[in-house]
């Protein structure tokens, strides 16, 4: 996942664009995450935590995963700031190894773009929730005018819920809520939101 690219910007991460895309995607995961008092969830490449520490008071349990120590770091120092005691932090990469770890919710925020294997990561997320969970990914819209080596061009949604659909995930339902500017590879960006979920 472009780890040394993350371990480099990590302290220098939280632009205040960031934070006004982030509590957007917040404002809009949150209404996904009713009657969720009971629940744990995963933040799957949380970066500094910038949507999900806003959500922490959601769910019953918040791991918040990454592969850069130096994001977590800064997550670590939210959590102590913002005294969550529910929230803990991971180091792990999915695709590299699965932890023994399980959960009723998976989100996934502007994280599919940076890895390369899209079904591998989602079959690994899809063995880590439980059954009957759900998996919110937020990610852009497919954009031609994107091309680089290492970012996805957003992604289409016909092939996004067959993906989904072929792994297992039952009802998935994708919708755009922001329409941003200058914010994929200096490009505008519808951005959705897809809810699925595990049998």
């Given at each position: ?10 302290k220098r ?77 991971l180091l ?108």
């Amino acid at each position: 996942m472009n780890e040394n690219i993350f371990e480099d910007m990590a302290k220098r991460y939280d632009t205040p664009e960031r934070i006004k895309l982030a509590n957007i995607i917040s404002k809009e995961v949150s209404t996904q995450l009713a009657d969720s008092q009971e629940k744990t969830m995963i933040d799957y490449g949380s970066g500094t935590g910038l949507i999900s520490v806003q959500l922490a008071h959601e769910v019953s349990e918040l791991i918040m995963v990454d592969s850069s120590n130096e994001m977590l770091k800064v997550v670590d120092e939210k959590i102590k700031q913002s005294k969550l005691e529910n929230t803990r932090t991971l180091l792990a990469d999915f695709i590299q190894e699965v932890p023994e770890i399980k959960a009723d919710i998976v989100m996934m925020s502007l994280v599919l773009l940076y890895i390369p294997n899209t079904r591998a990561i989602l079959e690994n997320v899809y063995s880590v929730l439980n059954k009957g969970g759900k998996l919110i990914i937020v990610d852009f819209d497919y954009n031609e005018k994107v091309k680089h080596p290492k970012v996805h061009s957003g992604f289409k949604r016909d092939e996004l819920k067959r993906l989904l659909s072929e792994i297992g995930f039952q009802s998935s339902e994708i919708r755009n809520f922001h329409h941003a500017k200058d914010v994929f590879m200096n490009q505008d960006a519808d951005v959705f939101i897809a809810i699925s979920q595990k049998n």
